[in-house]
């Protein structure tokens, strides 16, 4: 027997069902990419959770996202599902009978149920923001991925009188014309809409989707609470200890899972050699993670490959430990001198640190990072990433490590100022009348 959990039945908490908020508190849902794990993506909800919460003390938040159990554990908010969850105790068996049954009788019934139940959970709820991460692609997914999620939940909104305000959005490939068809719409319902970098708003105009004038903005991390970087430090000598990132990438160029294991591989190889050549040199050395569900089988691995050429951790002193939230990520990162990460939340929470950082890229978006503070020549791309390049490129930043980290330090601030008159545009009028398109 297959069950459904509706939007309406998942986690909530004092405020929330079960608990009738006074009737002038204003209701506020923040739909994003959450509860996978994905640390870049808990930052900026996070960043937008602080926001709201700074500017409408009284309002009651909900947040949608694919894991309310997660989120719910993190935050403490009420939290509904994006997608539709049916625990169908049948998912072996087999035939084209059966699995048509199935989709006739319980999956498309399921999917109404869960479009009515998004709109009767968004009733009364005066504003949705689609809270950063990069929810704008089917890579990786299909146009019912993510697309159809944008769609379903923003035609929802409308249908219940609520304002739609995407806000910090990355955009990535959309391949698939249903895609963009289901990203247009998302975006016309919408009377607000923002990007994080020139090159997500410059891909979805090549598109013919948003529009000229839509603005771009820092990434919401960049608003992240003043007190979660200003934890006093140790004072106690230590080595010069380089933060290093890891990521289990697929090369999007690769044709065959060969060539991209191949690719994969190439990396982790260059990530063992750069270790050594650090560890031969005498600087400490801590491993970071930017998703708690792909990042630790990157690790061991790293780790299994330095253990074979020779070189143990334990012996060598490198730091090794899970990090599952921001301040974890950031107590880390504070116990850094520079860091070498593909994670962009890696870089972004390291910049806000006034730690010098080198990109290995997997996305445009590091590039864009990058060279939004000046530093475009301290990236390589992951698929191409070079031992010695990357050597070169750490001797440089070093060097150069006092001058990077003050040009780091005012560009940080100068982009909080920027997300703030941000906040106080999509925030600040509430009740009255919504922003024009």
């Not at 209701?27 to 990419?33: D, E, Q, Y």
């Not at 498309?108 to 990069?134: D, Q, S, Y």
């Not at 530093?375 to 010695?388: K, N, S």
């Amino acid at each position: 027997m297959a069950t459904v959990t509706k939007p309406e039945a998942v986690f909530s908490a004092p405020g929330a069902k079960g608990h009738p908020a006074p009737a002038e508190r204003r209701k506020v849902a923040l739909f994003g990419i959450f509860g996978i794990q994905n640390l870049g993506n808990e930052c900026t909800l996070d960043a937008m959770l602080n926001a709201v919460r700074e500017r409408l003390p009284e309002a009651e938040i909900q947040v949608i996202g694919y894991d309310p159990a997660d989120t719910f554990r993190r935050h403490q908010v009420p939290t509904l599902s994006i997608v539709q969850r049916i625990d169908d105790q049948q998912t072996g068996a087999r035939g084209r009978l059966r699995r048509l049954f199935r989709l006739l009788f319980r999956r498309l019934p399921g999917e109404v149920g869960h479009w009515l139940g998004a709109v009767r959970a968004l009733r009364g709820t005066e504003l949705m923001i689609m809270t950063g991460t990069g929810m704008l692609t089917d890579y990786s997914t299909t146009a019912f991925g993510y697309p159809y999620d944008l769609f379903k939940w923003t035609t929802a909104a409308r249908i219940a009188g609520c304002k739609v305000r995407f806000v910090g959005i990355g955009v990535g490939p959309l391949y698939q014309r249903l895609s963009r068809i289901f990203v247009d719409a998302a975006l016309r319902w919408a009377d607000y809409r923002s990007y994080r970098d020139d090159r997500s708003h410059h891909n979805l105009r090549q598109l013919g989707l948003g529009k000229d004038s839509d603005p771009v903005y820092p990434d919401l991390a960049f608003s992240l609470p003043r007190r979660l970087f200003a934890r006093p430090r140790a004072a106690v000598q230590r080595r010069f200890t380089v933060g290093l990132g890891v990521m289990r990438f697929v090369d999007r160029h690769a044709s065959t899972e060969q060539e991209r294991e191949s690719s994969y591989q190439r990396y982790l190889v260059c990530m063992c050699e750069f270790v050594e050549w650090l560890v031969a040199r005498g600087y400490g050395i801590r491993i970071l993670q930017g998703d708690a569900r792909h990042d630790p089988a990157v690790r061991r691995e790293l780790r299994e490959k330095l253990q074979a050429r020779g070189t143990d951790y334990a012996a060598c002193g490198i730091a090794d430990e899970e990090s599952t939230c921001t301040e974890d990520l950031v107590s880390q990162l504070a116990e850094t001198d520079i860091v070498v990460s593909p994670r962009f939340h890696n870089l972004v929470l390291a910049m806000m640190l006034a730690k010098p950082v080198i990109s290995i890229s997997y996305d445009p978006k590091n590039d864009a990072l990058l060279e939004g503070f000046g530093l475009g020549q301290y990236r390589q791309a992951i698929a191409e990433v070079q031992t010695q390049k990357l050597i070169e490129q750490f001797k440089e930043v070093e060097g150069a490590r006092e001058r990077i980290a003050a040009r780091l330090r005012k560009g940080a601030e100068e982009y909080r100022t920027r997300l703030e008159q941000q906040y106080s545009l999509i925030l600040g009028d509430l009740g009255q009348a919504g922003i024009r398109s």
